[in-house]
């Protein structure tokens, strides 16, 4: 196969973590914790009081006050103990005892990743994803070793694993994007979609350089879209962070995303002779013009698989030109706060994943988790309603 040079591009590189911490989660998922190291917490989110670190001996440590949990008993999940008084399910003393279970969590605390994303206005979540849930996502994206199955094009992608909803509630990188936003009220833009980069063949159409939804800076398939938000005038407040999920690993070969790191606080697009989105969505103008701007002014994130990239919406980026004779596959998720109006319609794919037999396969706090970031919702006929496209009324307006 005939590919393209490659770009020049500076190289960031995300290195495998040689350790995770450890999620301690009751059956219905609530997180284990503690705020000052005396009493433990159920929570349903995860900063620094939800992360333990799990010790040779017997024990779970908790980094952010130093106390810790004994491991009573092994098994399909843990009898624990604090201080010596044993857990409940609610996480207080109690003479009922209940099962914790533990899961893959962060390479580092939650609060240094939030540092470091509102700092560079990006922060990588090196490998954070599980390795059963990220062979769920090669597997449906027919990636990895899951190469030669056959894509199904026929169920909704929500409804052929439960990784990807799981992959969605990540809490780490859910309690960042709040942050990031300033509200507690975030939502999936879309639902969530695989983005597969197949093998370049050196003249194929490729995508120009552009700030996300709801920005859009760079694409203008029809007129206003990138009026949406009005450049220069967004400030300091980010209105959109993008969640790249890296299911295969990201590199410059096959085709990891390309920014322009930084840029989000220019409040202002990509410039025209880098290659903008709208240009490069012209059919043929790669095979007639070459590639986007892929000197050195711009910035390729290399991260391992599982790994969760978050970067404000406003940061110029475009995708990379895969040069393996490999598939690449991502999962890209539009976070926004929930005063936006989505970018699509999320209502029907969630109807569709809750007639579907994955939702009983998730914890409850997952459940909710999910459906707090799918539903979107307005004041209706008594009381808080949920949004949908009306087919009537779509209909008289197309009219
Ligand atoms: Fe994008």
Not at 352 to 363: A, C, E, S, T, W
Request: net charge negative; hydrophobic share 35%.
């Amino acid at each position: 196969m005939g590919h393209s040079e490659l770009g020049l591009e500076r190289i960031v590189r995300i290195e495998p973590p040689e350790q995770h911490f450890t999620l301690l989660r009751n059956e219905d998922g609530d997180y284990l914790g503690s705020e000052d190291g005396d009493r433990l917490q159920l929570y349903n989110y995860v900063d620094d009081k939800a992360v333990w670190n799990r010790s040779a001996s017997d024990t779970f440590r908790h980094p952010a006050t130093g106390t810790h949990l004994d491991i009573d008993r092994n098994g399909n999940g843990h009898l624990l103990s604090h201080k010596g008084a044993e857990i409940g399910v609610d996480g207080n003393p109690s003479e009922e005892l209940a099962t914790y279970t533990a899961h893959h969590g962060p390479a580092l605390m939650p609060s240094d990743y939030l540092a470091t994303f509102k700092e560079n206005g990006w922060v990588c979540l090196a490998s954070v994803l599980s390795p059963d849930i990220v062979d769920e996502l090669e597997r449906v994206s027919c990636c990895g070793r899951w190469s030669d199955r056959v894509y199904d094009r026929e169920t909704p992608l929500l409804n052929q694993t439960n990784a990807v909803a799981r992959a969605s509630v990540e809490p780490v990188s859910l309690w960042l994007i709040r942050q990031y936003l300033s509200t507690e009220e975030i939502r999936l833009a879309h639902s969530p979609g695989l983005a597969v980069l197949t093998p370049d063949d050196g003249k194929r159409d490729v995508q120009g350089w552009h700030s996300d939804f709801p920005y859009l800076w760079g694409i203008t398939r029809k007129r206003g879209d990138d009026q949406r938000i009005p450049k220069g005038m967004s400030g300091h407040i980010s209105m959109g962070v993008q969640r790249n999920i890296c299911v295969s690993e990201f590199t410059r070969e096959n085709g990891a995303t390309c920014f322009k790191l930084g840029t989000h606080v220019l409040n202002s697009g990509p410039p025209e002779e880098w290659g903008t989105g709208s240009i490069y969505a012209q059919r043929g103008h790669r095979a007639s013009h070459g590639l986007p701007y892929d000197g050195p002014e711009a910035d390729i994130i290399e991260a391992p698989s599982g790994s969760i990239i978050l970067y404000d919406a406003r940061t110029w980026h475009r995708a990379g030109v895969n040069r393996t004779d490999q598939r690449r596959a991502a999962i890209l998720e539009a976070m926004t706060p929930s005063f936006l109006m989505p970018f699509g319609d999320t209502s029907m794919p969630y109807k569709q994943f809750m007639k579907g037999p994955i939702v009983d396969q998730l914890l409850k706090r997952d459940q909710t988790a999910f459906a707090e970031l799918m539903v979107h919702k307005v004041i209706g006929p008594g009381g808080m309603g949920a949004i949908t496209v009306d087919k009537e009324l779509t209909e008289l307006f197309q009219a």
